[in-house]
């Protein structure tokens, strides 16, 4: 599985949204409130070529991605701004097996 923590690249495109957050950081959860994984920068991860293997790294460089195998369970993922910053950002879940 790819989480991803958008928000730069969507104040660009034929329909860009203002406000959007600046530089996302993200962090992923367990049920017992463990922190899995945490990033910021994806291209700056410790897993930036499992992340491009995955054909869906982020477009900019400023957004986070968490490569992770999950089994059944409650997760949480928490989407901040850098500095506690603020706007209008997007968490996607993608689930990588065929």
Do not use: C, H, K
Not at 32 to 49: F, H, I, P, R, T
């Amino acid at each position: 599985m790819i989480i991803r923590a958008i928000g730069p690249s969507l104040g660009t495109g034929p329909n860009p949204l203002a406000g959007v957050l600046a530089d996302p950081t993200l962090e992923l959860w367990n049920g017992n409130g463990s922190l899995l994984a945490s990033n910021d920068d994806w291209n700056n991860s410790s897993q930036v070529g499992e992340i491009i293997a995955t054909a869906v790294a982020p477009t900019n460089n400023r957004e986070s991605a968490i490569v992770a195998t999950l089994g059944a369970g409650n997760y949480t993922a928490i989407v901040r701004g850098v500095n506690q910053t603020s706007g209008v950002g997007l968490v996607e879940a993608y689930d990588l097996d065929p």
